[in-house]
């Protein structure tokens, strides 16, 4: 007999199981496995409905065109780089950016993290060979640890217990950050990493910064109370990861006892990535029950009708900020293969966010073995992305990237010309190479043209 691949009619957290999951690590010890994923269930929500429910409604600001999305973060998070600076300095990049983009679009930045969640990686193959060894791909810390060798590369079930620790104290850390005066607008000279205060971009933004002190001056000179108005001192930022693992994410799935819907409480927002978004697959089941807004990595495999569908499966009530589709097709297949999916979106009248990740389908070995990615590449992937949207009279509504607050070289080109043998010196990431702090600056300067243009 066949394998049930029909949508089961009715959801709930486990109805996933019935169906094909890919990308599910293989664990070995299936009592510790079990003894795991109880532990999980017993464990808090790391995030509340309402929260979920609240980043919602922002994305369904963008999706009408008022609000632009940042989406980054860490390709991997690992254990080993877990620290409160690493954090720190993540955290001042990416609002160092939202404030670019907010200060020279006049639109709402909502700002949502790869962070405190984002272990679980999917590979293209789930044994890796070495010098005539195989063993089991790395799935990130999440699931076994990146050393060649056969003990560490055997999954291991009570590191997803570790990593929904780190993920409460990294959650807990952005949450003292964003809310508890770090954030607060008047300190955004501060957020000027040390490294890139002297360099064309830092400069560039210091002299935002010093246009926003003015014009908070100008505020409190008109007897505007600036003290009272929270917007000023807080941010809302918002986590996120692909949900991958989904034990994992079936452990945290938690009902909302305001409204009794469900929701994974791993994280504020889950992505389908572009490896796991079968229509009859278990991650689509999974993610069509849970009410958290969703996101869907959209690349050049996808035809028009299956994206339509996987919507429909997806959002059938067609909630605007429920979903938001990410594109990640390379620089040279954007206009090619865009558009259609532009098309079809607007006909089927489905309200999405359309966001685009020029990260992933620029990813290419370098000959000096490093994986790695051109910062020209990616800039031209957003622009073609922003060229496609404009045709279709769409609003090109937010980014998604891969960065780190570190001086790292693991991506070409940008403000520094990180070149090919520059790339060994810093190159520290387990996983896809990141823009740097400097990088990411620059990127959301010349995203914040494009946006005004
Ligand atoms: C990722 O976002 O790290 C990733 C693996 O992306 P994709 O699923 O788009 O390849
Ligand atoms: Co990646």
């Known amino acids: 007999m066949s394998p049930v691949l029909e949508p089961v009619s009715e959801w709930d957290p486990t109805s996933w199981r019935d169906l094909a999951a890919l990308q599910q690590p293989d664990w070995p010890d299936t009592t510790a496995l079990d003894a795991a994923l109880d532990e999980l269930r017993r464990q ?39 620290s409160a600076d690493n954090i720190r300095d993540k955290l001042k990049v990416i609002l160092q950016m939202s404030v670019v ?58 590191r997803m217990v570790r990593g929904y ?84 994410e079936e452990a945290l799935t938690r009902r909302d006892s305001l409204t009794g819907d469900w929701y994974d409480c791993s ?8 490896r796991t978004h079968q229509l009859d697959g278990a991650h689509v089941e999974f993610l069509s029950g849970v009410h ?17 569908e996987l919507c429909r499966r997806l959002d059938p009530a067609r909630e605007p900020g429920r979903l938001t589709l990410v594109s990640r097709m390379g620089a040279e297949k954007v206009s090619e293969h865009l558009p259609p999916l ?36 990616v800039m031209h992937e957003v622009e073609q992305f922003f060229d496609c949207c ?6 090109p509504g937010g980014v998604h990237v891969e960065l780190t607050g570190d001086n790292v070289t693991e991506c070409l080109g940008g403000g520094d010309e990180v070149r090919g043998e520059d790339l060994e010196s810093r190159y520290e990431t387990r996983c896809d ?18 946006v005004r243009r």
């Open 292 to 308: 958290n807004p969703i996101g869907l990595k959209v690349g050049p495999d996808v035809t028009p009708d299956v994206l339509v």
């Open 101 to 158: 983009l907010t200060y020279s679009t006049g639109v709402p930045t909502v700002k949502v993290g790869r962070i405190a969640g984002q272990f679980a990686k999917p590979r293209s193959s789930p044994f890796e060979t070495r010098g005539g060894q195989e063993l089991p791909s790395y799935f990130g810390d999440i699931v076994n640890d990146f050393a060649f060798e056969s003990a560490a590369r055997r999954a291991e079930p009570q």
């Open 267 to 274: 994280a504020h927002l889950l992505w389908i990535g572009h």
């Open 44 to 82: 808090p929500p790391l995030v509340f409905a309402g929260e979920a429910r609240s980043l919602r409604e922002s994305l369904a600001r963008v999706s009408a065109g008022d609000g632009f999305l940042l989406h980054a973060g860490d390709c991997a998070e690992s254990f080993a780089d877990f």
């Open 165 to 248: 620790n780190q993920a409460a104290a990294t959650l807990n850390l952005l949450r003292a950050f964003t809310k508890g005066g770090f954030a607060d607008l008047r300190e955004a000279h501060q957020w000027n990493l040390q490294f890139i205060a002297s360099r064309r971009e830092g400069r560039r933004y210091d002299e935002l910064a010093q246009e926003i002190d003015r014009a908070l001056r100008f505020m409190a000179a008109c007897g505007i109370d600036l003290e009272s108005e929270a917007q000023l001192h807080e941010v809302d930022f918002y986590t996120s990861h692909e949900a991958l693992l989904l034990g994992y």
């Open 390 to 395: 404009a045709q279709q009279g769409v609003w």
């Open 342 to 377: 532009l098309r079809a979106m607007q006909r089927a009248g489905h309200p999405v966010v359309w966001a685009c990740d020029p990260m992933h389908g620029n990813t290419f070995a370098h000959e000096s073995g490093y994986k790695t990615r051109h910062f020209d590449a």
């Open 433 to 450: 190479p990141r823009l740097n702090a400097r990088q990411s600056l620059d990127l959301a300067f010349r995203v914040a043209d494009l």
